[in-house]
C-alpha cells in the first residue's frame, strides 16, 4: 500500500517534468498546469499499480503525454468548431435562419442510429473523451471513433443538403 507520504514525494520528483512535457506539447503555461494536475490525480487514482510498474517516471510521464495531446485534439476540435461557426455567421444568416439551422441540427441528431445518436452527444454535447464513451457503451474505442464519424458525417450532409436545396 502506498502511503501520502510516497506520494507526496514522488510528486514532489516528477512535477517539473510532468509539466515541462505537458507544455512541450501544448505550448501553453495554463493548459501545461492543468494537465500537470490532472496527471497526479489519475497518479493517485493508480498508485499501486504505478509504483509496482518496472518504471514509474515513465508511466507518469506515459499518462502526462497522453492527457496533453487530448487537451491538444480538443483545443484543435474547439478551433475547428469556432471556424466554423465564424464561416455560418460571416454568412449574414439573421437570427430565424440561425435558429433554423439549430433545429435542423437538432432534427438530425434525433433521426440518427441510436448508437450514433448516443456516442455524438456523449463526445461533442457532454465532452466525454472517446475511452470513456467506449467504457459507458461497452465497446472499443475503435467503435466509438466510427459511430462518431459516420454520425458527423450524415449530419453535415443533411444540412449541407438543407442550406444548397433550392441553389443549383
Not at 43 to 56: F, L, T
Not at 113 to 123: A, D, F, G, K
Request: hydrophobic letters at 40%.
Amino acid at each position: 500500500m502506498v502511503t501520502e507520504t510516497e506520494y507526496i514525494s514522488l510528486v514532489e520528483r516528477l512535477k517539473d517534468t510532468v509539466f515541462r512535457l505537458a507544455r512541450s506539447i501544448l505550448s501553453d503555461i495554463h493548459l501545461a498546469e492543468d494537465v500537470t494536475q490532472d496527471v497526479f490525480v489519475r497518479v493517485w487514482q493508480q498508485r499501486e499499480a504505478i509504483v509496482r510498474s518496472d518504471n514509474p517516471r515513465a508511466y507518469i510521464c506515459r499518462i502526462a503525454h497522453n492527457l496533453a495531446i487530448d487537451r491538444l485534439r480538443h483545443r484543435e476540435r474547439e478551433r475547428s468548431f469556432a471556424i466554423e461557426e465564424v464561416a455560418i455567421t460571416s454568412r449574414n444568416y439573421d437570427d430565424t435562419e440561425r435558429s433554423d439551422m439549430v433545429m435542423l441540427t437538432k432534427r438530425f441528431i434525433s433521426e440518427l442510429p441510436e448508437r450514433q445518436r448516443i456516442v455524438i452527444h456523449l463526445r461533442d454535447v457532454e465532452g466525454y473523451e472517446l475511452k470513456d464513451i467506449a467504457q459507458i457503451l461497452e465497446v472499443d474505442e475503435a467503435s466509438v471513433r466510427v459511430n462518431l464519424s459516420r454520425a458527423r458525417k450524415r449530419i453535415k450532409e443533411q444540412l449541407l443538403n438543407a442550406m444548397n436545396y433550392g441553389v443549383e
